[in-house]
């Protein structure tokens, strides 16, 4: 048997379907029009965004990169600003808080805890959520992110693969290039020239 989703036709016509109670049934009737309702609403402003982005270059440039979409590359752009402030990518990631706390005293040894989330909430969420898109199409961020998968656990790895598609994206702003530039120099820094071992 095949999954219905639930927000699809099918799905709504399943709900609108349900035998429910007189009182139930209004209820149920008057969300499904506010779920409409909302919905045109929501893709008149998904329409607004998409135009914004297609007018901005660094925007359309970050959008080349699979799983980055018009929000996030907007909100890539306008957070980070000048991408060349950055000295690295640790100082992106420290920026925008997906780096781990620190637990030290002197002469103690160092440790690592949960994130610092010292930074932009927003851009930290929609980097984690471009992740889940991004891994069906780029194999190495795929391999990375199974990687951290079986090391240590869905919700760490998700933000580890994050961190990593938001360097990406910080790279390819500061040097002005798309996606297809950006695998190429990374092919070229990872070949081993002959006879190097």
Not at 64 to 71: C, E, M, S
Not at 92 to 117: C, N, T
Not at 129 to 155: M, P
Request: proline share 5%.
């Amino acid at each position: 048997m095949s999954r219905i989703r639930l927000w699809s036709k099918t799905g709504l016509h399943a709900i609108r379907s349900l035998p429910l109670p007189p009182y139930a049934t209004e209820r149920r009737d008057a969300l499904l029009r506010l779920y409409v309702q909302l919905q045109a609403e929501i893709d008149e402003l998904d329409k607004v965004v998409a135009g914004c982005a297609a007018e901005r270059k660094r925007a359309r440039l970050l959008m080349t990169h699979p799983g980055v979409g018009p929000i996030t590359a907007l909100a890539t752009e306008a957070i980070l600003g000048d991408p060349r402030r950055f000295v690295d990518g640790k100082a992106v990631a420290s920026y925008v808080g997906l780096i781990p706390s620190e637990f030290s005293s002197g002469g103690q040894r160092q440790s690592l805890g949960r994130l610092s989330k010292q930074g932009s909430p927003m851009l930290r969420f929609l980097w984690c959520e471009a992740v889940g898109h991004a891994v069906r199409k780029d194999d190495a961020l795929k391999r990375f992110y199974r990687r951290k998968l079986t090391q240590k656990g869905f919700a760490k790895a998700k933000c580890a693969a994050g961190r990593k598609l938001g360097i990406r994206l910080w790279i390819m702003l500061r040097d002005n290039i798309d996606y297809n530039e950006f695998c190429r120099r990374a092919r070229q820094e990872t070949e081993v020239p002959c006879g190097d071992a």
